[in-house]
């Protein structure tokens, strides 16, 4: 058994497969991303998802969708300790504008940092690895409560992301991306109808906001994600994986 089984068994947790993702793809086409929210988040979903956010560019949609739903779905924020401070004061500034009552903070390790990143500079030699033990072990530690889980991916956002479905299975759990289809045109109406409040560093040049180390702004004509992990060959922090090498599972 392998060790994302072992914790779904130990905790209960009924996995989900790839069977099932396809049948959620196929049950909600053509359903509006409210609508389908709604259905979930009050139905068969109810207390078993949570919504993951990195508070960036685009995040106050989606958490603006959820909260009106239900501002008591737990939302999940890794803290990294490589966070910009603007990041840190925009999820505060939302949370409290939003009224989301279960914001979740998760942190990496004491002891994994302690011993494979004793200076805090694994990022610059090892980005995967840095990302492995800030990122993915604490997320898997936050979703163990967990049967799904809300990401806020979209796939206009750079070329791996394009074939991007609503529904995807992810180490037994679902995964919803409820704005896989949503352009930016659209994301940005959005912010107006609902008069959202911007992320500041979004008017600085940068359209996708991770990490400091590793977040660099975007040149004119390049992808939202150009910026991230610039002169390294990787396009994900590891939470979201491709099946195949350069490819999303179908952010």
């Not at 505060?92 to 009224?99: A, F, Q, T, V």
């Not at 070329?159 to 409820?178: A, I, S, V, W, Y």
Request: glycine fraction near 8%.
């Amino acid at each position: 058994m392998g060790e994302a089984a072992r914790v779904l068994d130990e905790i209960n947790v009924t996995p989900f497969t790839k069977v099932d993702a396809a049948e959620m793809n196929a049950r909600f086409e053509g359903v509006s991303t409210h609508d389908m929210l709604a259905d979930l988040l009050a139905g068969e979903l109810r207390g078993r998802i949570a919504a993951v956010s990195s508070f960036g560019a685009e995040s106050a949609v989606l958490l603006h969708m959820v909260a009106q739903i239900d501002k008591d779905v737990p939302v999940i924020f890794i803290n990294t300790q490589k966070i910009f401070g603007q990041t840190l004061q925009y999820r505060d500034e939302l949370s409290e504008r939003l009224g989301l009552t279960d914001l979740r903070v998760f942190r990496p390790d004491p002891r994994i940092l302690a011993a494979k990143d004793t200076t805090g500079l694994r990022w610059n030699y090892d980005p995967d690895g840095c990302c492995e033990m800030r990122k993915v072990e604490p997320l898997r530690r936050a979703l163990a409560p967990f049967d799904a889980w809300i990401s806020g991916r979209k796939g206009f956002q750079a070329g791996t992301r394009q074939l991007m479905p609503r529904f995807e299975e992810d180490e037994g759990r679902l995964k919803l991306n409820p704005l896989a289809d949503w352009d930016k045109e659209r994301l940005n109406t959005y912010f107006a109808v609902h008069e959202l409040p911007r992320h500041p560093l979004e008017a600085e040049g940068y359209p996708s906001i991770g990490c400091a180390p590793c977040t660099s702004k975007v040149r004119p004509g390049e992808d939202p994600r150009a910026g991230r992990w610039r002169g390294w060959d990787k396009v994900e922090c590891g939470i979201h994986v491709a099946e195949k090498p350069g490819e999303e599972p179908v952010f």
